[in-house]
């Protein structure tokens, strides 16, 4: 069983699956393979900065589908004075898995050992009886009886506007090992984009320097909503079973707010669990428009920060290190020791000068931009969904091939599933469709094959005992 991608999916993929295989008593071997070598922390999880905060309490955040109160009992046990309520450091969260992660090999049968790769998957391909095989950048390959694609968030677009002509100066990727250490000169920083990744953008780069000043640029100037604690409970969303059109779904929305005087955290969750089941709902042109018009506003109340992350923008604002730009980026000017960023500012030109410009726009939206996914739909092996988003699945998470089969070998789950569910990114979701897919990958490497994977941290094969 190959999984590719070492990140929250890839981890929570191994951690269920090995779990399964145990209670189940089947035989097989797991190769967790990930580019940068950050097995259980992957992107998201992997900043050193202490002020990057989980988005969500830890009440929420258990890797452990069935044992909700499983991140609170470690974090005790490892020393942590928190509540539930809290929000934890994500570099602490990346422990955490890095430790279930250990814990779910140590527990696992011996005939279901786990081997860690650090590697990038460069293709997969079809061996011999028609099993995918995993191809190496270094020339190794894995040749396996089930592959999981859990390859998380695509990276940001490329912004034509400064990728000529800012050369070191343009981070087109802040999640890139080593990406944010590098704007921390005290020269201003320009962030396309007021999401999350802004938000971690700007705590960065002013703690880092005492006189560093940030702008955040979008065409709305939305910023994430805090988070209300103590939380309310999830309130109850009465949508009619015939509400299939995004407007009688946005009429709901409102009306669930409007009888609820107004509280609209408690419609955002308790709207949450259906929206996959809605999404599904919509027809191609009402996602589409859903996209266009309504996904900020979602997005900003959906994804919140903690209150107190919330302050520290606040201060930030007060202090005039951080501000708001409502407009596009219309180009940039290379000159000494920075850039002059072209600014549209709702129609008035605006001219930036700035150390750095920060991609923070988040995930791709053409999925084919991705070279590896860009070939497996070439070969056939896999499609985009109808959105270009990520890949097209069917509801147990099996990929759909060009002709629109499900595969009966190749998998995918978390954010890759955002064209198709919409609600797939966040720990909840994912522990979720991990837990579900163990059983059918259980099943799906119950044929015995002997694959040869690679070495741990090289591209060299060697024989093993047992399926992968």
């Not at 999401?195 to 000043?213: C, E």
């Not at 009402?286 to 302050?311: G, K, Q």
Request: glycine content about 12%.
């Amino acid at each position: 069983m190959a999984i590719v991608g070492g990140g929250a999916s890839g981890t929570l993929t191994a951690v269920h699956l090995l779990r399964h295989a145990a209670t189940s008593r089947a035989p097989l071997r797991v190769v967790l393979v990930d580019r940068d070598g950050r097995h259980g922390t992957g992107q998201a999880y992997a900043t050193s900065d202490p002020d990057h905060l989980l988005n969500a309490c830890v009440d929420k955040m258990s890797a452990i589908a069935d044992d909700p109160g499983h991140l609170l009992r470690w974090a005790r046990a490892n020393g942590l004075d928190v509540a539930g309520s809290d929000f934890l450091p994500r570099a602490v969260y990346g422990r955490y898995l890095r430790d279930v992660l250990t814990a779910a090999e140590s527990h696992a049968s011996p005939a279901s050992p786990m081997t860690r790769v650090t590697a990038e998957v460069s293709a997969v391909s079809r061996s011999f009886r028609g099993r995918p095989a995993v191809h190496l950048s270094g020339g190794g390959r894995i040749d396996a009886d089930a592959v999981v694609l859990a390859l998380g968030n695509t990276r940001p677009s490329p912004l034509p506007q400064v990728a000529e002509v800012a050369g070191g100066r343009y981070v087109g990727d802040p999640w890139a090992p080593g990406a944010l250490a590098r704007i921390g000169d005290g020269t201003p920083v320009l962030v396309v984009g007021t999401g999350l990744t802004m938000i971690d953008v700007a705590i960065s780069a002013t703690r880092a320097h005492p006189g560093a000043t940030v702008y955040a640029l979008s065409r709305h100037g939305l910023l994430p909503r805090a988070h209300r604690c103590p939380a309310g409970p999830p309130a109850p969303m009465p949508i009619p079973d015939d509400a299939t059109r995004l407007a009688d779904l946005l009429r709901a929305v409102r009306a669930a707010v409007t009888a609820g005087d107004g509280d609209w955290h408690s419609v955002v969750d308790g709207l949450r669990p259906h929206v996959p089941a809605l999404w599904g709902r919509l027809s191609l042109d009402d996602r589409r428009r859903f996209l266009a018009l309504v996904a900020r506003y979602w997005e900003v109340h959906r994804h919140r920060i903690p209150p107190s992350t919330a302050s520290r923008v606040s201060r930030l604002r007060a202090a005039g290190r951080l501000h708001i730009v409502r407009g596009r980026l219309a180009g940039t000017t290379a000159v000494r020791d920075g850039l002059v960023a072209h600014v549209d500012e709702e129609g008035t030109p605006r001219d930036l000068r700035v150390g750095w410009v920060v991609n923070g726009t988040g995930p791709s939206a053409d999925v084919s931009r991705d070279p590896f996914l860009s070939g497996l739909f070439a070969a056939g092996l896999c499609r985009p969904d109808p959105l270009g988003l990520g890949l097209d699945a069917d509801d147990a998470g099996a990929v759909l091939d060009a002709r629109g089969r499900p595969s009966e070998k190749i998998f995918t789950l978390g954010p890759t599933l955002r064209g198709t569910r919409y609600e797939t990114t966040a720990i909840p979701e994912i522990r979720t469709q991990a837990a579900g897919l163990a059983p059918r990958l259980v099943a799906a490497a119950g044929s015995g094959i002997r694959p040869y994977p690679p070495v741990h941290g090289t591209g060299r094969p060697r024989r093993v005992p047992s399926q992968a």
